[in-house]
């Protein structure tokens, strides 16, 4: 039986290289200035990063509704004989993980399988890719399923953020804390904990905050000279680049996923921020979430 897998544009990974694995994508829609875009289907990043540079505009984002999975699923279901796994933006950044299972269990629960991802950007986007590769390989449900998850409980996002603006914006700090930080010229160096943002250190200067992503990964990773490297950027292709060489300089890597951060994620991180995604060694702690 064949294995239809689905992610959603939280993945931030680009259509070409979706099609290539053969991954359907579920549109999550972003609302800028009263009118509401679907992230990568009816706006670039190029010019959602113009839109938001205007000043006043704070973006919005929005959970993809159950109704949206369960027509797609229905479809599938219907027309085809295959099972679907879809794996969800982190349930605790967004309600579309939710949306999923409750459309899973109006469809078909012993042929859908949902799962959270926990992550984000290309953090998700390399589990994505994981899960394509296993389901072309041939491997069965379960086989893919394992896949998943282990990528899921190893995979670690460290990212700089820019400036205190979108942080602002978003009511996530302070006008007094935004100011003084980008008075300082302090970047923000947060991870992910279980699918949740947590702040990790404070760095003062662009330079030491690349610096440190590095540290962070050699503390952190496994084996990382044969791993798929992820790395993102929001309006600045050239820092990524930068970001790549560093990592090719310091760990003898070849082989990398380059993104850049769409309006879904955009929307609470704004332009100037950098990520890298690695994995650790197993025996994590950290378990999927799984509507099976």
């Given at each position: 039986?064949?294995?239809?897998l689905?992610?959603?544009n939280?993945?931030?990974l680009?259509?070409?290289v979706?099609?290539?694995?053969?991954v359907g994508?579920?549109y999550?829609?972003?609302?800028?200035?009263?009118?509401?875009?679907?992230?990568?289907?009816?706006?670039?990043p190029?010019?959602?990063?113009?839109?938001?540079?205007?000043p006043?505009?704070?973006?919005?984002?929005?959970?993809?509704?159950?109704?949206?999975?369960?027509?797609?699923?229905?479809?599938?279901?219907?027309?085809?004989?295959?099972?679907?796994?879809?794996?969800?933006?982190?349930s605790?950044?967004?309600?579309?993980?939710?949306?999923?299972?409750?459309?899973r269990?109006?469809?078909?629960?012993?042929?859908?399988?949902?799962i959270?991802?926990?992550?984000?950007?290309v953090?998700?986007?390399?589990?994505?890719?994981?899960?394509?590769?296993?389901?072309?390989?041939?491997?069965d449900?379960?086989?893919v399923?394992?896949?998943?998850?282990?990528?899921?409980?190893?995979?670690?996002?460290?990212?700089?953020?820019?400036?205190?603006?979108?942080?602002?914006?978003?009511?996530?700090?302070?006008a007094?804390?935004?100011a003084?930080?980008?008075?300082?010229?302090?970047?923000?160096?947060?991870?992910?904990?279980?699918?949740?943002?947590?702040?990790?250190?404070?760095v003062?200067?662009?330079?030491k905050?690349?610096?440190?992503?590095?540290?962070?990964?050699?503390?952190?990773?496994e084996?990382?000279?044969?791993?798929?490297?992820?790395?993102?950027?929001?309006?600045?292709?050239?820092?990524?680049?930068?970001?790549?060489?560093?990592?090719?300089?310091?760990?003898?890597?070849?082989d990398?996923?380059?993104?850049?951060i769409?309006?879904a994620?955009?929307?609470?991180?704004?332009?100037?921020?950098?990520?890298v995604?690695?994995?650790?060694?197993s025996?994590?702690?950290?378990?999927?979430?799984?509507c099976?």
């Open positions: 039986m064949a294995i239809r689905y992610a959603d939280a993945c931030d680009d259509q070409e979706l099609n290539k694995l053969n994508l579920f999550m829609p972003v609302t800028i200035k009263d009118r509401t875009y679907r992230d990568r289907l009816t706006i670039e190029p010019e959602f990063y113009r839109l938001i540079s205007e006043g505009v704070v973006p919005t984002t929005a959970q993809i509704t159950p109704i949206e999975y369960q027509k797609e699923f229905e479809k599938i279901i219907r027309e085809t004989d295959d099972d679907i796994i879809y794996i969800a933006f982190s605790g950044l967004s309600g579309t993980y939710q949306s999923a299972c409750i459309a269990d109006m469809v078909a629960p012993d042929r859908i399988t949902v959270d991802s926990k992550s984000a950007s953090g998700y986007g390399l589990t994505v890719i994981r899960a394509a590769r296993a389901i072309a390989a041939g491997k449900k379960s086989a399923i394992a896949e998943i998850e282990d990528n899921i409980s190893r995979i670690q996002h460290i990212f700089i953020v820019g400036n205190f603006d979108m942080l602002k914006k978003g009511g996530r700090v302070s007094a804390s935004a003084l930080g980008n008075l300082l010229n302090i970047k923000l160096i947060l991870h992910f904990v279980d699918g949740f943002i947590v702040p990790l250190e404070k003062h200067g662009l330079k905050a690349k610096k440190r992503m590095l540290e962070i990964m050699d503390e952190r990773g084996d990382i000279p044969n791993q798929l490297i992820g790395i993102n950027h929001s309006n600045d292709y050239e820092g990524a680049l930068e970001i790549k060489r560093l990592i090719e300089e310091k760990f003898g890597c070849r990398f996923v380059i993104s850049e769409g309006a994620i955009g929307s609470h991180v704004g332009a100037g921020t950098y990520s995604f690695f994995l650790t060694p025996g994590s702690v950290k378990t999927p979430k799984i099976i």
